[in-house]
């Protein structure tokens, strides 16, 4: 593959999806409409890369003080769930270990809050020689502006802003992969 292909173009073979801190009392303290499409977007990414048979992490910050990962993503944590106190998913060797296991090359980001431990993340996986692909749709912040920023930020660090719809089309290329149908119905069902 040619290295914009490379960059840009999410993989099977090299993908991973991270989805960080979306925990129960997390969750209540973000804007209803930007959890809810957060939430919704994450939901049909997990099932995407439930029937293309893709690795999936799952982050808990401090679960003791802000509890585990909401009931209606409990599927991110099926594979592996790591705890963490640093606010980079890459200051817990576990979070590290997991995704070395998964032989990925590229990650698909996810989760709260953007501006935090999304983008501390981001940014330490990019210094990796990870490539990062920021999934806009299915991220957020308490504040508008800080969702923004991070967002900027990202871009100028490198990595690739993406949306839950690009991120699953990529994945099967065409009408022709075994997931295509799958991938087809999880779209269908997206809200504005």
Request: hydrophobic share 45%; proline share 3%.
């Amino acid at each position: 593959m040619g290295a914009l292909k490379d960059k840009f173009w999410l993989q099977t073979d090299q993908t991973a999806l991270v989805v960080i801190d979306v925990q129960e009392r997390l969750v209540p303290a973000m804007n209803d409409r930007a959890s809810g499409e957060l939430i919704h977007h994450v939901d049909l990414l997990l099932e995407g890369f439930a029937a293309l048979e893709l690795p999936v992490i799952a982050t808990e910050q401090y679960p003791k003080g802000l509890g585990h990962t909401i009931d209606k993503l409990n599927a991110a944590t099926s594979q592996s769930c790591i705890e963490k106190t640093s606010f980079s998913c890459c200051g817990e060797p576990n979070f590290i270990e997991a995704l070395e296991k998964t032989g990925a090359k590229q990650v698909l980001l996810v989760g709260m809050e953007a501006h935090v431990c999304v983008l501390q993340t981001l940014l330490e996986l990019l210094d990796r020689g990870y490539v990062v692909h920021l999934v806009k749709d299915a991220i957020c912040s308490r504040f508008k502006s800080d969702f923004e920023t991070a967002v900027a930020m990202a871009t100028e660090a490198g990595a690739v802003i993406t949306s839950t719809e690009i991120a699953l089309f990529q994945l099967v290329g065409g009408a022709k992969h075994p997931g295509f149908k799958a991938v087809s119905q999880l779209a269908r069902r997206r809200t504005p």
